[in-house]
């Protein structure tokens, strides 16, 4: 079955320190994956894409890598801050659809 | 960044009555609309894929009768809940491809909170 795999449980930072957060998958073949990130009763805001046949991806403070070998993608906040705390989805694109991992709720504490 | 307008953000109703859920990207056309539900601390669940002037596209395990879509204009998407139940109870969001220089961005509404008493 396809599954996307996000870890559930929630991950707790101090501020300044690297958050990095892990999507995997399994029975997709995306064309690209993205992360966005999604605030308590709010729609989800995007904020990266990276395509299949990149590995890296940077804006700012966030960097995101995808391994379609490991079928899995990194997603990386430095220097984080407070106001990073938020819930942070993955989303395959595959064969014209979006679909969404669980999240993961990141706590970056002060 | 483009806009999705989402309405309303939170409807109460009774068991059986239908709900009517808009959706309209503001400053774009969008031929291509998703209609998703999530569950508290679930995943966004696709429910169906909204096409502009066609049928909608249905998820498996989605009624397409319990949930009609309509995509009258490349800006409106409506989503009705017919004979709505507790168990429709949920958070709906609906989200647009901006169709010009597409980076494969999906814009999202705010979402609107059902809650079936």
């Known amino acids: 079955s396809q599954k996307i795999e996000q870890n559930s449980e929630a991950l707790n930072i101090q501020e300044g320190k690297t958050a990095t957060l892990t999507c995997n998958y399994t029975n997709y073949s995306p064309a690209y994956l993205q992360w966005y990130r999604q605030d308590p009763g709010r729609g989800p805001v995007f904020l990266l894409l990276?395509?299949?046949?990149?590995k890296e991806k940077r804006k700012e403070r966030l960097k995101v890598t995808f391994d379609t070998t490991l079928k899995q993608s990194l997603f990386h906040i430095t220097a984080s801050q407070p106001a990073d705390s938020a819930t942070y989805l993955c989303?395959?694109?595959?064969?014209?659809?979006?679909?969404f991992g669980s999240g993961t709720k990141l706590n970056v504490k002060p | 960044g483009a806009v999705v307008s989402q309405h309303p953000s939170r409807v109460i109703c009774k068991s059986g009555t239908s709900v009517k859920i808009e959706c309209r990207s503001l400053d774009f056309q969008a031929t291509t609309m998703f209609w998703y539900r999530q569950f508290p601390k679930q995943s966004l669940m696709l429910m169906a894929t909204?096409?502009?002037?066609?049928?909608?596209?249905?998820e498996q395990g989605v009624e397409k009768d319990k949930f009609l879509i309509n995509h009258a204009s490349l800006t409106l998407s409506t989503l009705t809940v017919t004979s709505a139940h507790p168990e429709d109870s949920s958070f709906y969001i609906c989200?647009?491809?901006?169709?010009?220089?597409?980076?494969?961005?999906?814009?999202f509404g705010e979402g609107s909170r059902l809650t079936v008493l």
């Open positions: 990276i395509r299949e046949n990149e």
């Open positions: 989303a395959l694109y595959n064969f014209n659809k979006f679909y």
């Open positions: 989200s647009a491809e901006s169709g010009t220089g597409n980076t494969g961005e999906l814009f």
């Open positions: 909204s096409n502009e002037g066609s049928k909608a596209t249905y």
